[in-house]
T-cell receptor, first 115, second 114 residues
Framework: EAGVAQSPRYKIIEKRQSVAFWCNPISGHATLYWYQQILGQGPKLLIQFQNNGVVDDSQLPKDRFSAERLKGVDSTLKIQPAKLEDSAVYLC?????????????FGPGTRLTVT | GENVEQHPSTLSVQEGDSAVIKCTYSDSASNYFPWYKQELGKGPQLIIDIRSNVGEKKDQRIAVTLNKTAKHFSLHITETQPEDSAVYFCAASKVSGGYQKVTFGTGTKLQVIP
C-alpha cells in the first residue's frame, strides 16, 4: 500500500511570497489533515477535510492560508503572503474513518523556510 | 481546548536501559491516547495507543499506562536499542463536532547511547 505523498519536500521563499504544497493521501482514505510542525514542537492541526468538505479549520490563519481538496482526493495548502513565522514542516495525514483520527498515516512533510 | 504537556523534552539512556516519557492532558472528554515516533526527515508514525477504559497496554518492549483520575499517561520502553532513537509524541484525542480531534504534546527527543 502506497503511503501519503507530499511535494515538494523542501521549499525556500522570501517573506511576502506565495507557496503551495501538495498532498496525495492513501487511496480510499476519506479524511485528510494538514498540520504545521514548528521546530521543537508537536504537530498543530491547521485543517481537516472529510471527503472534500472542511470539518475543522479553527486554527487555520485564514487571512493568509487556504486549502482545498478537490474531488475528495488530492489536496493543496497555500500560503499567501508568507511570513517569517511560517517557517515549519507542513505535514499531511490521512485516515480511513472520521472517528479514527488516531489511526492517521503521515506523509514525510514539506520543510518550508521563509527568509 | 485540550492542552497536552510532555516531559522530558530530551532523554538520553544507555542501550539496554529503560526510558519513560510522561504526558498530562487537561480535557476529561479525551478518550484515546496515541503515541507517535518521528524519525529524522519523516512524518510521525503510530507505535502504540490506549483507550480511556484501559489502564495499561503492552506491545513487546513498549508499554503505555493511563491514569484517568490524574489525567496523565506514560510511555515505557524497555531494553532500549539505538534504533529507538527518535522524537516521541504523545497525543490526546476526543470527539469534537462529530469527529475525532487529536492534540499533540511537544515531543521528547530520545537518544539511546550504544
Amino acid at each position: 500500500e502506497a503511503g501519503v505523498a507530499q511535494s515538494p519536500r523542501y521549499k525556500i521563499i522570501e517573506k511576502r511570497q506565495s507557496v503551495a504544497f501538495w498532498c496525495n493521501p492513501i487511496s480510499g482514505h476519506a479524511t485528510l489533515y494538514w498540520y504545521q510542525q514548528i521546530l521543537g514542537q508537536g504537530p498543530k492541526l491547521l485543517i481537516q477535510f472529510q471527503n472534500n468538505g472542511v470539518v475543522d479549520d479553527s486554527q487555520l490563519p485564514k487571512d493568509r492560508f487556504s486549502a482545498e481538496r478537490l474531488k475528495g482526493v488530492d489536496s493543496t495548502l497555500k500560503i499567501q503572503p508568507a511570513k517569517l513565522e511560517d517557517s515549519a514542516v507542513y505535514l499531511c495525514a490521512s485516515s480511513s474513518l472520521p472517528d479514527s483520527a488516531y489511526e492517521q498515516y503521515f506523509g514525510p512533510g514539506t520543510r518550508l523556510t521563509v527568509t | 481546548g485540550e492542552n497536552v504537556e510532555q516531559h522530558p523534552s530530551t532523554l538520553s539512556v544507555q542501550e539496554g536501559d529503560s526510558a519513560v516519557i510522561k504526558c498530562t492532558y487537561s480535557d476529561s472528554a479525551s478518550n484515546y491516547f496515541p503515541w507517535y515516533k518521528q524519525e529524522l526527515g519523516k512524518g510521525p508514525q503510530l507505535i502504540i495507543d490506549i483507550r480511556s477504559n484501559v489502564g495499561e497496554k503492552k506491545d513487546q518492549r513498549i508499554a503505555v499506562t493511563l491514569n484517568k483520575t490524574a489525567k496523565h499517561f506514560s510511555l515505557h520502553i524497555t531494553e532500549t536499542q539505538p534504533e529507538d532513537s527518535a522524537v516521541y509524541f504523545c497525543a490526546a484525542s476526543k470527539v469534537s463536532g462529530g469527529y475525532q480531534k487529536v492534540t499533540f504534546g511537544t515531543g521528547t527527543k530520545l537518544q539511546v547511547i550504544p
